[in-house]
């Protein structure tokens, strides 16, 4: 389930507080290049630390159905695309002798983001407004050629 509502002026926001315990950022497909046929959107991705796995944190800013430009940042391995906007520069926000447990650079890369674009997330409403609902598609390709995948199915019996 995904809550909507304003992001700023001109921007709106969609947040899936609880993403499928499955999440896979090896096959994660950006909702930005649909949400932004027409418009723009930005996009931001994160799985924090857990202790076991590395974090993932995944920006990037989609304007008429195309990516502008966008990085993502695992663990000390940064992927960039497209010119990057120098307040959003991956190296700046996520400097590698940071511990990435603390999250301080996806303080700093949403702060770039309200600062750069007007964009803010209102927190009061994602942690105790209620905003409307709905189900989107999945932000999980398929598998690809090779891959294998396996799908469980639950079923109570009845007595």
């Known amino acids: 389930m995904t809550a909507v509502g304003r992001a700023g002026f001109g921007w709106s926001f969609a947040f899936e507080p609880r993403p499928g315990a ?6 994660f497909v950006s909702p930005g290049i649909t949400a ?31 990516e502008r430009y966008g990085f993502t940042v695992r663990a000390d391995a940064i992927s960039r695309r497209g010119p990057m906007l ?34 803010r997330l209102p927190r009061f409403a994602l942690t ?18 090779g891959e294998t995948y396996v799908t469980v199915r639950m079923l109570r019996q009845r007595p």
């Open 86 to 119: 120098a307040a959003l520069d991956p190296v700046r926000l996520f400097p590698s002798d940071e511990p990435h447990e603390e999250r301080l650079g996806e303080r700093r890369a949403l702060e770039a983001l309200a600062t750069e674009l007007g964009v």
């Open 128 to 145: 105790r407004g209620r905003l409307h609902t709905f189900r989107t598609r999945s932000w999980t390709r398929p598998p690809g050629p």
């Open 22 to 27: 499955g999440s896979d950022e090896r096959r």
């Open 36 to 66: 932004s046929r027409g418009t723009r959107a930005v996009t931001v991705w994160s799985v924090p630390f857990d202790g076991h796995r590395p974090g993932v944190f995944h920006l990037s800013v989609t304007e008429n159905g195309e």
